[in-house]
C-alpha cells in the first residue's frame, strides 16, 4: 500500500510537500493505484483549498458552497498539474482555485449578466466596505475613505456601491423602501392603454373623416368625442333625433367602406 504524502515545514501550514507523491501518480496506469494516490494528494491540499475559500464569505454563497467549489477547482489543479514543468504545485493551484470560485460567483450569483469590471468593481468595494468597518465600528465609510482604501476613484467606487445589491432580483412583491401601507414595486408597473389598440383605426379615418361636410364631422365628433346623446345633438343643432341618428349611420357605413377599399 503506497505511502501516505509526507509533509514538511512550510511558511504555510496547508501546503504539503507532495512533489515524490504527484511523480508516482505520473508514473501510475490509469487505474485503482493511481486513483489512491490522487485522492491523497487531493486530501493532503484540502486545507488550502478550504482557506482560499474562506476569503470569499459574506458574499451572498454559504461556506459549504465554498469550500465544494474550492475542492472541485483543486481536483482539475492536481489533474492538469505537471511537476516535469519545474513550477511548485502551490503555485498552480492557487490561481486555479481562486479562478473556479471566481467563476461560479460570476455564472452562479448573478441573476442578471453584468460586465466582468462591474462585478470587480463590486468584490473591490465590498472588502473595502467589510474593512473600513471592522476598523470604525458603528461608523458608514465615506466615498473618499472607500476610494483612497481600495485605490479606486470615487465615481468606480459609486459604481461599485450600486451593484452591491446586483447579484439577485427583487421579487415585484417587495415592499419599496419608505413606502407606507405595504406600497409593493409590482404596484409602479403600468398596465397596457387601451388606446393604443385604436390608433391604427383612427389613423385610417382620419382621411375620410376629413372628407365629409362640417355638419356631419360636427354630429360626429359631439357624439363619439363630446359623448352627447343624440337627442342632445339634436337639440344643440335644431335637428330631429332621427335626423341625428340617420346622419351617424350613413356617416359610418361611408368611412368603413372607403377604409376597406384602400386596405383592399
Same mark, same amino acid.
Given at each position: 500500500?503506497?505511502?501516505?504524502?509526507?509533509?514538511?515545514?512550510?511558511?504555510?501550514?496547508?501546503?504539503?510537500?507532495?512533489?515524490?507523491?504527484?511523480?508516482?501518480?505520473?508514473?501510475?496506469?490509469?487505474?485503482?493505484?493511481?486513483?489512491?494516490?490522487?485522492?491523497?494528494?487531493?486530501?493532503?491540499?484540502?486545507?488550502?483549498?478550504?482557506?482560499?475559500?474562506?476569503?470569499?464569505?459574506?458574499? +451572498? &454563497?454559504?461556506?459549504?458552497?465554498l469550500?465544494? /467549489?474550492?475542492?472541485?477547482?483543486? #481536483? %482539475?489543479?492536481?489533474?492538469?498539474?505537471? *511537476?516535469?514543468r519545474?513550477?511548485?504545485?502551490?503555485?498552480?493551484a492557487?490561481?486555479?482555485?481562486?479562478?473556479?470560485?471566481?467563476?461560479?460567483?460570476?455564472?452562479?450569483?448573478w441573476?442578471?449578466?453584468?460586465?466582468?469590471?462591474?462585478?470587480?468593481?463590486?468584490t473591490?468595494?465590498?472588502?473595502?466596505?467589510?474593512?473600513?468597518?471592522q476598523?470604525?465600528?458603528?461608523?458608514?465609510?465615506?466615498v473618499?475613505?472607500?476610494?483612497?482604501h481600495?485605490?479606486?476613484?470615487?465615481?468606480?467606487?459609486?459604481?461599485?456601491?450600486q451593484?452591491?445589491?446586483?447579484?439577485a432580483?427583487?421579487?415585484?412583491?417587495?415592499?419599496?423602501?419608505?413606502?407606507?401601507?405595504?406600497?409593493?414595486?409590482?404596484?409602479?408597473? +403600468? &398596465?397596457?392603454?387601451?388606446?393604443?389598440?385604436? /390608433?391604427?383605426?383612427?389613423?385610417? #379615418? %382620419?382621411?375620410?373623416?376629413?372628407?365629409? *361636410?362640417?355638419r356631419?364631422?360636427?354630429?360626429?365628433?359631439?357624439?363619439?368625442?363630446g359623448?352627447?346623446?343624440?337627442?342632445?345633438?339634436?337639440e344643440?343643432?335644431?335637428?330631429?333625433?332621427?335626423?341625428?341618428?340617420?346622419?351617424?349611420?350613413?356617416?359610418?357605413?361611408?368611412?368603413?367602406?372607403?377604409?376597406?377599399?384602400?386596405?383592399?
Amino acid at each position: 500500500m503506497p505511502n501516505r504524502a509526507r509533509t514538511r515545514h512550510h511558511p504555510h501550514d496547508d501546503a504539503p510537500d507532495t512533489q515524490v507523491a504527484f511523480r508516482r501518480l505520473g508514473a501510475l496506469p490509469p487505474g485503482e493505484r493511481r486513483d489512491r494516490v490522487r485522492d491523497e494528494i487531493v486530501e493532503a491540499w484540502l486545507p488550502m483549498a478550504d482557506r482560499i475559500a474562506g476569503r470569499y464569505r459574506g458574499r +451572498g &454563497e454559504s461556506t459549504e458552497d465554498l469550500r465544494q /467549489v474550492a475542492a472541485l477547482g483543486l #481536483v %482539475k489543479a492536481v489533474d492538469r498539474y505537471d *511537476p516535469a514543468r519545474g513550477h511548485a504545485f502551490e503555485s498552480y493551484a492557487v490561481p486555479t482555485i481562486t479562478g473556479e470560485i471566481k467563476r461560479h460567483f460570476r455564472d452562479h450569483m448573478w441573476t442578471l449578466h453584468v460586465p466582468r469590471r462591474l462585478q470587480n468593481l463590486r468584490t473591490q468595494v465590498q472588502t473595502a466596505v467589510q474593512e473600513l468597518t471592522q476598523a470604525a465600528p458603528g461608523r458608514q465609510p465615506t466615498v473618499a475613505e472607500l476610494a483612497e482604501h481600495a485605490d479606486l476613484s470615487e465615481a468606480d467606487v459609486r459604481e461599485g456601491l450600486q451593484a452591491l445589491d446586483g447579484c439577485a432580483a427583487l421579487s415585484l412583491d417587495a415592499e419599496v423602501t419608505g413606502s407606507e401601507d405595504g406600497y409593493s414595486l409590482s404596484d409602479t408597473l +403600468g &398596465e397596457p392603454d387601451p388606446a393604443v389598440e385604436a /390608433v391604427v383605426d383612427r389613423e385610417a #379615418v %382620419k382621411p375620410e373623416l376629413a372628407e365629409l *361636410p362640417q355638419r356631419e364631422q360636427r354630429i360626429l365628433y359631439l357624439r363619439f368625442f363630446g359623448d352627447m346623446t343624440q337627442n342632445r345633438i339634436a337639440e344643440e343643432l335644431g335637428i330631429s333625433q332621427m335626423q341625428v341618428s340617420r346622419v351617424i349611420s350613413r356617416c359610418c357605413h361611408r368611412v368603413r367602406d372607403q377604409v376597406l377599399r384602400d386596405v383592399a
